[in-house]
């Protein structure tokens, strides 16, 4: 049977990199409806209630911000997590594949 020995370093930090940015985009998309929904509550509460439209702007703003910081750790996760593998599975073995076919 086939062992996963070695994890590549910056290829396993590139795909969770991606799948933050994903869910980073996602996250975001939430933030800004849940904003956009509290600062139309702001015209129906009372002016300056709720910050009004400072909470549309920031909705919007978690829509470029939390795929970016989402990458960011993403990236850095990866990275620490493929380290990590290596290391244990230079001592102990790695990751026993059983493929069919």
Do not use: C, H, Q, W
Request: net charge neutral.
């Amino acid at each position: 049977m086939p062992v996963l020995k070695r994890i590549g370093i910056v290829s396993a930090a590139k795909i969770t990199a991606v799948i933050g940015i994903v869910i980073g985009l996602i996250m975001g998309i939430i933030f800004a409806l849940i904003s956009t929904l509290f600062g139309s509550m702001s015209d129906i509460i009372g002016p300056g209630m709720l910050g009004g439209a400072g909470f549309g702007a920031l909705g919007l703003l978690a829509i470029v911000i939390l795929p970016i910081v989402y990458g960011i750790g993403g990236f850095i996760y990866g990275a620490v997590v493929a380290v990590i593998y290596n290391i244990i599975a230079r001592i102990i073995g790695g990751i026993i594949l059983e493929f069919e076919g």
